[in-house]
Every structure is written in structure tokens, then in C-alpha cells.
């Protein structure tokens, strides 16, 4: 056991202190961390508080008045508010506040009119040279935050922009012209404006008022509850697809890496030839347990640091209602089942190889197992419990990762399904090691020709 | 007295071709044994089934008192052939991974690591990846990690391998060392002059089987001398006359004098009186038969002298290519 102990310790270490490790691993994981906190913090999710002059050109003679009161500070601040809300809606109402987030960075608050771009309107006359009036939107801005009495924009707003023809009705009721490099919220805010403005105008027109039918047509949507045998969840749409996928990510990286690395090193050493001083110190299974081990603590160490970095991300977004400890434990059960599958057959590979270009072809198989979760993704997450999800769930080592896309969906499965899976899975990996280990005392010693499948297999058949 | 490995009809095959056949072997405690066999002839097979590394398929093994080597695998120490260190390691840490490994794990370890470095003449390479060193200081790593746990067999298969003969020295000495100590050795090497300056016992073998299984004095004993070194004082004196005398075969200039091969059918004490009463010798000596004759005489019999036997002498000397042709 202690032998065991020693080639795990330096199997780990071996893989941990390795510059292309350190880089891989820790450093993607650190820059995120920084993006995640520092980001935020560096930017601020307004427009530049940009000052000027819209141009009006009004054909029409009644838009003008109304596209004034829209391209107010009070109207943009409104209409961005409005969105904002919708977008917290989709990450889910319960799950943190736009407060919560604003005070995590120096965002500005979007519902004050002082933190957005203050626009006066200038009305041209309708019979205007609309080339001569562009030629302001030409001057350089000498200052980025602009001046009040620069130009920024030119409105032409079209004569039928009330009452479009017939021949028109799927025109623009209106063109815009914007100096270059301004920036694109203003302009998405200026579109936005003058949409307004015409559909007042429109609605003026037709003698209803424009207030009344705004008030009329405006349904606050509800949050949308999920009602579980635990009781009563908010919903939240984006949340509850992406954590799954999150989740059967974060398995299948720390399986790949760590199965990878295994594999790598296995070759390393057979090609290397310490592979028989080794022996003759240790048995070949003592070798390849401690291997196997050592691999499954680099797995764990990957697993644990993008886990804690999902929790502390989601608990500076007040997100961390989300994560489920029941949850977290299947991520790790998940694991354990499908690294050592993997890691068997990683091991039986490098093996029976001399070098690494020779094992690509042995891969194969292995890699489209992994890939499968990931393809069937969409379906098993809109129906975790079809007959395609269920039968899934007890292939290993595919079920290890369609178990968990389901656990972590809306509607997980029932508890024996879980049962069933996880025996399945501990059954594939009984199989696996024994087959591994029969390889690995066969192959360890084997060079020249690369084997295939069935050489594996008699291999095996023969030890 | 004790034997530390006993094989008793071992038989190992990969696929068709039959590495070891039917191998018999005792080697007692204390003693140093040479196995010897050009390329190719099973000797690296045999050690790996000693060390439980391969597994026969028919036979069976006793090794320090076990079924199994798995049992002993802390008290034998081994250097392959084929050298391998993790190249990326510093040497302190292999030396002490494979020590640990070895079953020591005392406080001073990295002291004896050390000393041990000091010893082989490799002071302030603990640091050093292994790598950075060259083939025979890497030999001398691996030698390190075969006694640094003081085994009680050693097995050394091709020691002298890669190394220049300064260093062959220095690991001929330090085998001798562990000799003294008291440890079993089985030293394995296709160069017969390697086991004839160190071993006292010699085990043959050639594809497989067995050839041979002699203490070296009995060998040379029971070996008649069939070469006789002859210098005549006069050089430019006529030695087409020697041809003609009985129970001389052939003569031979080896540069310096002439070799003279007897005949089966005579002896060194009939043929020399007559050769020195035909020329007046400056110096005249029986040639002891090498290993290598041995070999060659046992494999190939006396009276083959072809283009194979040539090639068999040159592997035995210098590794040459496995004999495929002979299987």
C-alpha cells in the first residue's frame, strides 16, 4: 500500500508541477477569476455620458414634438431600465437583484437620467438640403465625451411616416444618419426614440391616445414558479440550462486532462524504459493503481478549483441558490465512476503502445464515448427523462454524464434510476480495471508493432 | 548451502518462438554467476521471470526462500539493459523515489542518497535533472538504485554496457564490493571476456536452452588447450615446416608471432617438443581456451568454420546482431 502511496505521490506531482500544467490548468482558471471580478469593476455597462444635437427634419410637421420627449435623458433612462429588466427576468427574478449586482461593480444605475447621454433636438425645416446638413456629422469631435452644440445625428423623418402608402407600408418610415464611431447604444437608443415618437404620431392620427393604448398594452409578466415534491422553485430559464451543461463540462474536462496525462505517462515511461526498473521494485498492478490514483488527485485538485470558482462566481452574483449540495455530491460520485472507467482504459492503452501517435488510433473509441454526452446534449436536456435519457443512464461510462445533465435539470429522475446508474457505472468500472490490469502486465513490456482492439483483448485472454 | 534462486524446468514462449526451454538453474547464496548467450539467447527473458516481471509458462521458481520475486522485490536489486530514468526528475529525487519504492524510508535517506552519489564520483548531481547527464553517469544512477537498499541479490544484466573502460573499471570494482558483502549476483552479458574476469560460475545459454553449467576453474580445466602461441627466435626462419609435423591443423600469423591449432586427435605435450625441435622458439605458450571458444566450440563444434561462426564471435565480443539465421 505504501509502494502504492509513493507512485501516486509522484504520479501527482509529476503532472501538478509541470509548467504546461500550471498554465493549462491554474492559469485559465485564475484568468477567469479576474475576469469574472475585475472586469466588472474596470468598465461600466452605460454609454459614455455623450452630449449634443439630433437634427430633425420632419416632413411629416408632428413627429418632431414627440421624437423631442423620446430622445430625453428621462425617456432613455426609461427604455433602459425596461430592458434590463426583461434580461434579469431570463436570468430569473429570485436569484439576485439588479441592486445585488450594482454593488458588486461601479456600474452606473441605468434608471438615472443624469448617467445618460443628454441630447437636445434641433428642428431643421421640412424643405432642408438634406446633403447640406449631413456635412456637420463630417467634423471631426474634438472632444470624446462630445460638446451641446455638436451635431451627432440627422432625422429625416419621411412624408407617409404617419400614413404610409400602400405600395410603402414595408419601407422605412425614416432615415438616420449618425457621425462615424458613435456609439452604437446612442444610436440603438436613437432608433428606439424615433420609433416611439412615429408610433405616438401615428396613434395621435388615429384619435386614440398615445398614453392610454401604452397603459392598455403593457402586461407586467409574472415570475414563472416550478412546482417540485420539494415545493414551490422560481424559475429561471438561462440558469437552469446552462448549469447542467456547466456541470457535464466540468466532469468531462477533468476526466479528459487527467485520463489524458495518465495516458501521456504510461508511454513516457515504457518509451523512457524505466518501466522495468519500476517493475522490479513494484508489481504491475501496484504501478498502475498508483497511477490511476495519482491521476484521479490531479482530476480532483482541476475539479475542486473550477467548482469553487463557479461558487464564488455565483456567490458574487447572488446567484448561489442554484447550486443544489446533492448536487455537488453527484459531480463527485460522477467522477470517481467515470474517471476510473477512463483511466483503466487509459491505462490498458499506454500499455500496449510504444509511443504516443500509436495510441491515437485506440483513442478513438474512447473519445467518441466521451463526445456522445455531448452530442445528445440538447435532446436529453428538453426531455431529461425521454427513453433516450433513460437508457442512456445505464451505459457506462456514457451515464455517468447523462445521469448528471438530468440531476441537474428542471425535472430530475427518479431515485432508483440514479441507483440503477450508479451500479451500472461501478459494474463498467470493475470490468475496466480488471481488463486494464491484465494489459498493463502484458503490454508493459511489449514494443514494436502497434496492437489493436483485438490484440488488447487476447492480451487480456492470456494473462 | 542455501540457494537463493532455483528454477526448475522453466519454460517461456512469446507467440511461436520459445525464449527459455525447460531451464534448469541453482544459484546458491554468495555466489557470482555469469549468464552468458550472444543476443538473443533468452538471458534477459530468464531475469525478468526471476524477478517475477514475466511469468513462465511452465515450470517453477524459487527466489530468497519465495514462489515469487513479488514476495522479495525489497531485497533484490536489479539494473536492466535497457537504461531508463524519468528524464524530467532531478537525480536526488529518483534516487529516493526508487529507494522508497525499495521499501527504505529512513530519516537519512537523502544523506545516504548522498553519499552514494559521492561515491560513484557523481558529487553535486542531486540537483542536476537526468537529462543533463551523460550515459554512463546515468549507468551509474541506475547501478545506485540496484544497491542502495543493500540487496541480497543483485542481478546486472549488461553492466558494462555504454560504459568507457575507466568507468567499466570503477563498476567492476564496485560489484566485486557487493560480492564481498556477501550478496548473490547474477551478472548476464553477451561479452564472454566481462564474465570471465569477473564470475565463478558460468550458466551458457544459446536460443533457450541451457548449453552449459560449470564452475570457470572446471571449465578450464576440462577445456583441453588446442592453440599453442609460438615466437620463433630467427623471424625470418621457414615455419611451412611446422605444417608438416603431426597433430598440427593449421598455423596462423597473428601479427606479433603464430598461432598453432592442434589437430582433435593430439595434445599440447606430443606437439610441442617437435615444434621447438623444428624452430628454435624465443617464446612458446599453451593458449588457454576462452569462454568464447568454449561457447563456440559447444554451439558450433570445432569443426565448423564458417562465415556463422565468424558473426557468432563477433556478438560475442562486441554485440553483434542476434543470429536469426541459427534459429
Known sequence: ?463 | MTNAVILKNVTKAFGETIAVRSFNLSIPEGALYGLIGPNGAGKTTLIRMILSILFPDQGELNVLGHSSALEAKERIGYLPEERGLYKKMRVGDFLVYMARLKGMDPPDLKSQVSHWLQRMGLPGTERKRCEELSKGMQQKIQFITAVIHRPDLLILDEPFGGLDPVNQRVMRELILEEHRRGVTILFSTHVMAHAEQLCDHIVMLHLGDKVLDQALSEIRQTNDPRHILFEPLDPSANMDQLRSIPGVREITSNGVGWEITLASDSSASSVIPLVVRAVVPAQIQIRRPSLEDVFISIVAGTEVQSEENAKLRASLRDGGEILEARR
Open chain 1, 1 to 463: 500500500m505504501k509502494k502504492i502511496l509513493y507512485v501516486a505521490i509522484r504520479e501527482f506531482l509529476a503532472t501538478v508541477m509541470t509548467k504546461g500544467f500550471v498554465l493549462g490548468v491554474l492559469l485559465t482558471p485564475t484568468l477567469i477569476a479576474l475576469m469574472v471580478f475585475l472586469i466588472p469593476r474596470l468598465i461600466t455597462e452605460g454609454p459614455p455620458k455623450i452630449e449634443g444635437q439630433v437634427a430633425i427634419v420632419d416632413q411629416t410637421g408632428i413627429v418632431a414634438g414627440n421624437l423631442a420627449v423620446s430622445l430625453t435623458a428621462q425617456r432613455f433612462a426609461e427604455r433602459r431600465a425596461e430592458i434590463q429588466s426583461r434580461v434579469q427576468w431570463m436570468a430569473g427574478n429570485g436569484i439576485g437583484s439588479g441592486n445585488a449586482r450594482r454593488a458588486s461593480t461601479r456600474a452606473p444605475d441605468l434608471r438615472k437620467p443624469e448617467e445618460m447621454p443628454q441630447i437636445s433636438t434641433v428642428v431643421l425645416p421640412a424643405g432642408s438640403d438634406v446633403e447640406q446638413e449631413k456635412i456637420p456629422l463630417k467634423r471631426p469631435l474634438l472632444n470624446k465625451n462630445g460638446d451641446p452644440s455638436i451635431r451627432l445625428a440627422l432625422v429625416i423623418i419621411h412624408q407617409d411616416a404617419i400614413k404610409p402608402e400602400e405600395q410603402n407600408a414595408e419601407l422605412p418610415s425614416y432615415d438616420l444618419f449618425v457621425r462615424g464611431q458613435l456609439d452604437d447604444r446612442l444610436v440603438e437608443d436613437i432608433h428606439s426614440g424615433i420609433q416611439e415618437a412615429i408610433g405616438a404620431a401615428r396613434l395621435q392620427e388615429a384619435g386614440l391616445d398615445a398614453n392610454n393604448v401604452v397603459k392598455l398594452l403593457m402586461v407586467k409578466r409574472a415570475e414563472t414558479r416550478a412546482l417540485t415534491a420539494e415545493g414551490e422553485q422560481k424559475n429561471s430559464m438561462m440558469w437552469n440550462s446552462i448549469l447542467p451543461v456547466a456541470f457535464m463540462i466540468l466532469l468531462l474536462i477533468s476526466i479528459l486532462t487527467c485520463g489524458q496525462s495518465l495516458l501521456t505517462t504510461v508511454v513516457e515511461e515504457k518509451s523512457n524504459r524505466v518501466v522495468e526498473v519500476l517493475l522490479s521494485a513494484v508489481s504491475p498492478m501496484e504501478l498502475m493503481t498508483g497511477k490511476i490514483l495519482g491521476q484521479m488527485a490531479v482530476g480532483f485538485l482541476i475539479l475542486a478549483l473550477y467548482t469553487g470558482l463557479g461558487i464564488v462566481a455565483l456567490a458574487s452574483f447572488a446567484m448561489l441558490g442554484l447550486l443544489k449540495p446533492a448536487l455537488l455530491l453527484f459531480l463527485f460520485i460522477s467522477y470517481l465512476l467515470a474517471y476510473f472507467m477512463i483511466a483503466a482504459i487509459m491505462a490498458a492503452i499506454g500499455s500496449a503502445v510504444s509511443e504516443l501517435r500509436d495510441a491515437q488510433s485506440l483513442m478513438m473509441p474512447v473519445m467518441l464515448c466521451l463526445m456522445l454526452p455531448w452530442f445528445l446534449m440538447m435532446p436529453i436536456s428538453r426531455d431529461p427523462n425521454s427513453m433516450l435519457s433513460v437508457v442512456l443512464s445505464f451505459i457506462p461510462p456514457i451515464s455517468n454524464f447523462v445521469m448528471l445533465l438530468r440531476m441537474a435539470s428542471n425535472t430530475p429522475p427518479a431515485l432508483w434510476q440514479v441507483g440503477l446508474s450508479i451500479l451500472m457505472s461501478a459494474a463498467g468500472v470493475y470490468v475496466a480495471l480488471r481488463f486494464a490490469a491484465k494489459v498493463f502486465r502484458v503490454g508493459l513490456l511489449m514494443f514494436g508493432k502497434p496492437p489493436t482492439f483485438g490484440t488488447l483483448i487476447r492480451w487480456a485472454r492470456m494473462s
